[in-house]
T-cell receptor, first 112, second 115 residues
Framework: QKEVEQNSGPLSVPEGAIASLNCTYSDRGSQSFFWYRQYSGKSPELIMSIYSNGDKEDGRFTAQLNKASQYVSLLIRDSQPSDSATYLCAVRGKDSNYQLIWGAGTKLIIKP | ETGVTQSPTHLIKTRGQQVTLRCSSQSGHNTVSWYQQALGQGPQFIFQYYREEENGRGNFPPRFSGLQFPNYSSELNVNALELDDSALYLC??????????????FGPGTRLTVL
């Protein structure tokens, strides 16, 4: 059973600080990794995709991938109250026929 | 805005009834995936359609079925509704490249309540 694990939280971070969200996956052959943000009652919104080991930066967001350790993380710099949401990690394996495997999400709360 | 639309936004049905949910893909996309999301859970993959053919299915019974049309819009049909089918149903649109990558963009979802 291929799995994606996330700490459910809530993770509470002061406004202006760095929020760090982590995700581990079981399928060593996974090749595509995605972070989505989901506000309560809304649909997931793509934040970033990452395919290669290392860091990928987009504005205040940085995704980090370590395939050897089978984890992917998302850093949010200068956290804002509007970043308060559930962050979902999704992974596609090499032989998954394009199916995404999803974590249950981490609830992030940014305290003003 | 992702350009992916879903209808209806909310729906209330009773146990045993049938329901059809609709999704319009983002322009230029050739793939549609459907997900079920229960409260507090991540999305669960139902199935995916690529160029009008089912191209992968999750652990859902046959009473969950779908279609993709030539314009790449899609329908999800659920027969013999059960109380546990109450959830947010998400449609995700993507363009599958020749390299096999695709990034999924979600519609707003349909909230289904089964009484």
């Amino acid at each position: 059973q291929k799995e994606v694990e996330q700490n459910s939280g809530p993770l509470s971070v002061p406004e202006g600080a760095i929020a760090s969200l982590n995700c581990t996956y079981s399928d060593r052959g996974s090749q595509s990794f995605f972070w989505y943000r989901q506000y309560s009652g809304k649909s997931p919104e793509l934040i970033m995709s990452i395919y290669s080991n290392g860091d990928k930066e987009d504005g205040r967001f940085t995704a980090q991938l370590n395939k050897a350790s089978q984890y992917v993380s998302l850093l949010i710099r200068d956290s804002q109250p509007s970043d308060s949401a559930t962050y979902l990690c999704a992974v596609r394996g090499k032989d998954s026929n394009y199916q995404l495997i999803w974590g249950a999400g981490t609830k992030l709360i940014i305290k003003p | 805005e992702t350009g992916v639309t879903q209808s209806p936004t909310h729906l209330i049905k009773t146990r045993g009834q049938q329901v059809t949910l609709r999704c319009s893909s983002q322009s230029g996309h050739n793939t549609v995936s459907w997900y079920q999301q229960a409260l507090g859970q991540g999305p669960q993959f139902i199935f995916q359609y690529y160029r009008e053919e089912e191209n992968g299915r999750g652990n859902f019974p046959p009473r969950f079925s779908g279609l993709q049309f030539p314009n790449y819009s899609s329908e999800l049909n659920v027969n013999a509704l059960e109380l546990d089918d109450s959830a947010l149903y998400l449609c995700a649109s993507s363009f599958r490249t020749s390299e096999g990558t695709d990034t999924q963009y979600f519609g707003p979802g349909t909230r289904l309540t089964v009484l």
